[in-house]
Structure formats: C-alpha cells, structure tokens
C-alpha cells in the first residue's frame, strides 16, 4: 500500500484518560490467566474419543486424510505423466549419487525405491520427491571411506589394485570391501531415521529453523566443493589413493594425486564427462528460460543416458580403449539385513548431523512448494516420514535418503499435484532394478560424475548472495563466509556445528550489545523518535527518554547501565556519594557556626550575612553572646535546609551537575526479562530515585510485567505506579506534576534530618548493596588477578 502525500495528510483526534499500567488495568478490568495444572493438560491431551481417535490417525497417515479426497479425473493423468518423467530421473540420479557414497550404483536405485513408499503413507508434502541427495549421500560417503578403506582389504597376489593403480602384488578384495562399505552405509541410515523419529516423537522440529538461510547457503556450497573434487577422478578416470583425515588435507591430498597422474587421463572418459555436463547444463539453462513455453522439461539426463550407454556399447570403450563402466547391475532387490550394532558407537556424530541436514534441506524443499501451491506441512511428521523411510531404506541396503530442488522440481513442473505421482515414479525405479538395469551396464561411471557434477551449477550460483548479503547485513555474510570455510576445511559434519556455533554467537553479541537510543518528540504529536534521526524533533526539557532494542539479560545489563549513564550525563551512584559528601560538610560548619541557614533554608556563609542582618537571629547567637556553649556545641535550629545542587556550593566539593528531574524508560521493544536484569533494574531505578530523579517505564507488554511481579520486581519504592501504557502517557503524566509542584529533592528531607542528630548518618545497608552490586564486576576481576 503506497504512503499518502505531504498534501493527503488526515489528522486525527484522540481523547482519553493518561493511563498508568494499574489505572488501565482498573478500568478495563484485567483478568487473572487461568492456569491450568499438569492434571488437566494430560488429561485434555491423552482425552480419548471417535473424533479424537480419528484425528490421531490422520495425523499419522496423511495419506488417509488425502487419498480419501483424491480428485482422480482431475489428477490422476498429470501425475501420471509427472511420475513417468520423474521416475527416469530417480533412477539416474541414484546410480550417480551412489558413486558419491562410495558403493556400487545398485544400490543407489534402492535409495531411490524404498523412501518413496513410506514417505506416501506418512508424509505431509504433495509435491517433493524423495530420494538421495548429494550432500548427504557424501557425508555417508565420508564415513564409509573412513570405516572402510582400500587398505582394509589388502590381498596378495598378482594383479592391479583399485582404480586400476599397479599394486605390486597386492590386490583389493572388491566383494568383501563392497560388502563391508554397504554394511557401513546402511548401519548409518538406520541410525539417522532412528535419529529422525526421535526428534519428531519429542516434537523438537523447530530447531531447523536455527538453520538459517545464509548458514545452509554456506553449507551447501561447501558440499558442493566436496562433490566436485570427489567426482574429479572419475571423470578424468586417473588413479588416486583413498586419504583419511581432516577434509581440506584429504582433498588437498587428492588434488595432488590427480594433477600428479594427469597424464593417464582417459581421453574416453575425459571427453564423455566433458560433453555430458556442458549438454547437461545447456538443456537445463533452456529448460528454465523456457518454462512457460515448454509444457514438459526435457529429460536431459535420461537423454545422455542413454546415448552414452548405446555409444559405450557399440564401440566397446572399456575394451577398446579402457573406459570405466559401471559393468554389473544386477536384477532384483537385496535381502533384508539388519544393521551392524558394532558400528553405530563410532558414527553417532556423523548420522546426527546427517540428520539434521536431510531433514533441513527436505523441510526448506517442502515449504517452498507449500506456499506454491497453498497448503501447509507439518514439521515434526515431515521429521517422523523421513526417519522411518531412512530406518526402510537402511534395512533393505539403501542410504540416507532426502530430497533434491532439481528432482522435486521436475516432478512439479511435469504437473505432479500428490504423492501418488512419487509412486509412480517408485514403480519406474522397480522396472529399472527388476528388468532394464543390465542395459545401463555400459555406461561410463563418468557420464554418471558428470550429471552429479552438472547438477551442482544452483549450488555454486549461491556465491552471487555473498555481495548483496555484505550490503544488506554484514552478520549475515559473515555467517555465510563461516559456515563454507569451515565446512570446507574440518568436514561437513564439524563445519555445520562450527557454523551454528558462529551463528549462535552472532545472536549472542548482537543482544550484548543491542541499539539504544535517546528519544525525542515531535512536535505537537505524540510520536517519540531517535533523536540522531531527525531534525524537526525536540527534546522534552528536565526529562530524558530511553530505549532498547533488545531483551534484557544477564549478558547486556551492564552495557544497558553504561549506555544509561552516557545518555543521562551523569553516574547517579557518583552524584550520591558527592551529594553526601558535601551534605556531612555543610553540617559540620553548621554545627561549628560557620554556616548558617537563612528563613527560606538556604545555606549561607555566617560572613555573607552581614553584621546588620537580623531577620534570622537563632539560639546558637544568644548562646554565644552569653558564654554558655563552646564552639561545636551549639544546637541546630530546626530549620528545613534547602540546598540547589545546581547552584556553587559552600563547601569545597564538586557535585555532578544533575539537569534532569525525571527519566522514562521505553520498554516497547524489550521481549524479555531474566531474574539479573530484574534485580539490576530494581536497583538502578533505586539509585536515581535517592538523587530526586523519577523514573517511569512505559510499553511495558503485558508478559513483562508479568515476569515483573513473578521475580518480585516491585516493593514499596518501586512500585507499579511507575508503569505508563506509552512514552507520551508517561511525560504527560510527568508534566501535570511539574506543574503541580509534585517534584521535589530528595535529598532536602535528608538534610533536615540530618540537623537532629551530631553525627551524619552512615550509609544504609541498601546503599551499600548497591554500590556493591554496581561494581561487582571489578572484584570479580579483582578476585582472579
């Protein structure tokens, strides 16, 4: 909605009462919240009824409560032809991806099959397809890698190691190394789908959102830098040894294997991955240039495919010039196995970051659609849908399995409007394993290196945020930069947990040191704005008017008092003791004669007074004309002394000058409280109160003073009355009683009683809790020097 004009300006009227917080409250007749006990929330909760029960078994089979609405004239077709399209895909995609973990490409067509079945009964999206995705499949990859070594599997013998690399009479065990590695991949997804439905019981799905988007978009590059270097070697096909450690020195290591073996590239294989990701990624440029126009994308991948395969076939590349296929795909489905319990200990980190991420990144997928196609996800059951397809998976020898944009998006835009489109696509999977799987036995495993390395282009288009997240919001870029250099550098796992470490820290310091502000007013409204902002605005005389942008907590509070202190201008702890000070100065020279004090109470110097001065004689003249009293003896008159701080003193003392009589605390932007800030605000508001200044706090929200009352904030000094509904009732409120004659100095009540007593009174075991509290963190560093 476009602002109005200078000239379309509508004033407007509002007449009512100034509000207090108690006033408000007493005249719109504030209720008490019932609170209900746990008795009654579990009962209400685990309350069983037909509609209740009914309820329950929807919400954990969906597809109860969707396929029972199935449009089938409407939908059936479209997903239809959605399924077929995103099927071949599937199956391509899962033989590239299994080469990412590090196990034969069959089993990349499990990952592809199984998740899908579970995911229709218990999922919530319409439109995701589920599946392998890179960045998970590599951080199985890696610990597959690091549990299941060549080395592991040494045998003598004659004949050539891995990846074709002269092994000087040593041979790898390929069948027990492949057995070995599927074991670990598998043990690893059981391991995250149980993860995953823990999580999802224990509705804990709202921690994705810790996940931001500047954190996965670092993430995500990051992996798609792993991805890269590790389909590197396959595409030029030139021998290299398997490296364990820290990720920046296992694939440095492997950069170096591959340029020092540069010149035993297959010229094969070099030139089929080459071709495949420049033809691959030029139909996918055309497919989203022209996406209105193109009713169906074009299969690219299935296209190269195929070709690749016939062209492997009809020419015999592995014989002739020694190409490397992928050879065996056998037919039919592994056994069921259940996973390797030995293991789980040494990859618990690993499957719980795994997780979090193919949970984060299907969620982020699902939501993008939702909003689409206007419906709405359940977070916790998405975590539950995943995490028994991955336990599924796992069992029948497949590894983790998510979602990827590319692969949902074919299915969306191929006109997939339910998951039955996503079973559609299993059962072309299941022709691919049960029946056309030998005709993909030819393919070049670098056509397959090429489509994954082809389908990272949107991953590494995400470094163009980088410059408009530096414009937009530095912390932001910097949690970017964090994120990818440290999952570049200690691995994805540990660089996703250093991430939200930063990430979390970010939070941290942004709240420590939040935006405060002196407000001003603008004239003639009752509008209050940041004084630095604007020029039309003024500041209200004798009142200044403070706020934060931020929680208050144990972490902020003293920099909240420091940048109270340099907005009021003075240190209200400093201004007592000097006022003090000089208060114990002027009664002594009043006891000892040297001052006294005229018929208004103020204080003078005897000499000022004259000899002819005679309106104010006291019994202290008459005392001494007669002899009776010695010096410092003689008694004080009852007068009301009256000093002006603002005025010089009588005494050698300097007082810090005070230039206000009132303060107004805006809490509006203030979300919570903790049991420190609460004491510390007690004790501040304490400390300008003994100096005369009054302080108000207003836009206080109701659950503010809410925990206000619950952590006792309020006692006989401070008291509700303090409370205002806004910053303009406050200083209305503060106007009427300047104009009353209400202000008065606190401090001329304590002179008065001073004069009934010889000694000065010491201070108040209240003022030393505050001066003690105010600089607690000085001992504190006292204590540890």
């Known amino acids: 909605m476009d602002a109005f004009p200078p000239e379309k300006l509508y004033p407007y009227t509002v007449s009512r009462p100034i509000y207090s917080n108690p006033m408000f409250e007493e005249d719109n007749k504030r209720q008490a919240r019932e609170e209900r006990t746990l008795r009654d929330r579990v009962s209400?909760?685990?309350?069983?009824?037909?509609?209740?029960?009914?309820?329950?078994?929807?919400?954990?089979?969906?597809?109860?409560?969707?396929?029972?609405?199935?449009?089938?004239?409407?939908w059936l077709p479209s997903d239809v032809i959605s399924g077929v399209s995103t099927g071949l895909v599937c199956s391509l995609q899962g033989l590239a991806y299994a080469l990412l973990v590090s196990v034969a490409p069959v089993y990349g067509l499990y990952s592809a099959f199984f998740p899908i079945l579970t995911y229709f009964l218990l999922g919530t999206s319409r439109h995701i397809s589920v599946g392998p995705f890179p960045v998970t499949c590599l951080m199985v990859g890696?610990?597959?890698l690091t549990l299941a070594p060549d080395d592991h599997f040494l045998l003598p013998g004659n004949g050539t190691g891995m990846n074709g690399t002269e092994a000087d009479g040593i041979v790898v065990d390929v069948e027990a190394m492949e057995a070995q590695r599927i074991m670990?991949?598998?043990?690893?997804?059981?391991?995250v789908g149980l993860f995953q439905v823990v999580m999802g019981l224990l509705q804990v799905g709202f921690l994705v959102r810790y996940l931001s988007d500047p954190l996965v978009g670092g993430f995500t590059t990051a992996a798609a830098f792993h991805v890269l270097i590790s389909q590197l070697k396959i595409?030029?096909?030139?021998?290299?040894?398997?490296?364990?450690g820290c990720f920046s020195i296992l694939y440095v290591r492997t950069l170096i294997d591959v340029f020092t073996n540069i010149r035993q590239t297959n010229r094969a294989d070099l030139v089929a991955g080459l071709l495949t990701i420049v033809i691959v990624m030029a139909v996918k440029e055309v497919n989203s240039k022209f996406r209105h126009k193109i009713p169906i994308p074009i299969p690219i991948e299935v296209i190269v495919t195929v070709v690749a395969a016939g062209i492997s076939y009809a020419i015999e590349l592995e014989s002739r010039y020694g190409a490397s296929i992928v050879h065996s795909i056998p037919r039919g489905f592994a056994p069921a196995q259940p996973p390797n319990t030995e293991l789980l200990w040494n990859i618990l980190g690993s499957s719980f970051s795994t997780a979090v991420v193919g949970y984060a990144v299907a969620v982020s997928v699902a939501k993008v659609y939702a909003a689409k196609h206007d419906y709405t996800i359940d977070g916790n059951q998405e975590l539950i849908a995943f995490g028994f397809s991955n336990v599924f998976c796992g069992c029948f020898s497949g590894f983790v399995a998510s979602t990827a944009l590319s692969r949902t998006a074919v299915q969306e835009s191929t006109g997939g409007k339910s998951q039955v489109a996503g079973i559609i696509s299993a059962v072309m999977v299941m022709i691919v394993i049960l029946a056309l799987g030998n005709l993909l036995e030819?393919?070049?495993?670098?056509v397959l290196a090429a489509i994954v390395i082809a389908n990272l282009k949107g991953?590494?288009?995400?470094?163009?945020?980088v410059p408009t997240l530096w414009r937009q919001n530095r912390a932001d870029c910097f949690i970017?930069?964090?994120?990818?250099?440290?999952?570049?550098v200690l691995g994805l796992d540990v660089g996703l947990l250093a991430g939200l470490?930063?990430?979390m820290g970010t939070v941290v310091v942004r709240t420590q040191f939040p935006a405060c502000s002196t407000l001003g007013n603008i004239p003639g409204t009752n509008i209050y704005r940041n004084m630095k902002d604007y020029k039309n605005i003024a500041e209200v005389p004798g009142i200044k008017i403070f706020k934060c942008n931020a929680p208050i907590y144990f972490a902020n509070i003293d920099y909240f008092k420091e940048r109270l202190r340099a907005t009021v201008g003075f240190d209200s702890v400093r201004v007592f003791k000097k006022r003090n000070k000089a208060l114990k100065k002027i009664h002594k020279l009043i006891k000892k004669g040297k001052l006294r004090a005229t018929e208004t109470g103020e204080v003078v110097s005897e000499v000022s007074l004259g000899v002819d001065n005679k309106g104010f004689e006291s019994e202290q003249d008459s005392g001494r004309e007669s002899g009776q009293l010695e010096d410092g003896d003689w008694p004080v008159p009852e007068v009301e002394v009256r000093v002006d701080w603002a005025l010089d003193l009588p005494v050698r003392v300097s007082v810090p000058k005070v230039q206000i009589h009132s303060l107004v605390l805006d809490f509006s932007a203030v979300s919570f409280l903790d049991v420190v800030a609460v004491k510390s605000l007690r004790l501040v508001i304490k400390e300008f109160l003994r100096i005369g200044v009054n302080v108000y706090i207003a836009g206080c929200d109701d659950e503010i003073v809410r925990k206000m009352e619950a952590l006792s904030f309020f006692d006989e000094e401070v008291t509700r009355d303090l409370l205002f509904l806004s910053v303009h009732d406050a200083i209305l409120f503060i106007k009427l009683e300047t104009a009353n004659g209400s202000m008065q100095d606190a401090m001329v009540e304590g002179l008065s009683l001073m004069q009934d007593c010889k000694e000065p009174p010491p201070f108040t075991e209240e003022e030393d809790l505050i001066e003690t509290y105010d600089n607690q963190h000085r001992a504190i560093h006292g204590l540890s020097n």
């Open 184 to 191: 670990v991949a598998s043990s690893m997804t059981v391991l």
């Open 459 to 465: 991953m590494f288009m995400q470094v163009t945020e």
């Open 142 to 144: 890696s610990v597959v």
């Open 480 to 488: 970017w930069l964090a994120t990818c250099l440290a999952s570049v």
């Open 44 to 74: 209400r909760t685990c309350g069983c009824s037909g509609r209740q029960a009914l309820k329950v078994v929807k919400g954990v089979f969906p597809v109860i409560d969707w396929l029972s609405r199935y449009p089938i004239r409407e």
């Open 501 to 503: 470490v930063f990430e």
């Open 442 to 446: 030819p393919l070049q495993k670098s």
């Open 235 to 244: 595409v030029l096909s030139v021998p290299t040894n398997n490296h364990s």
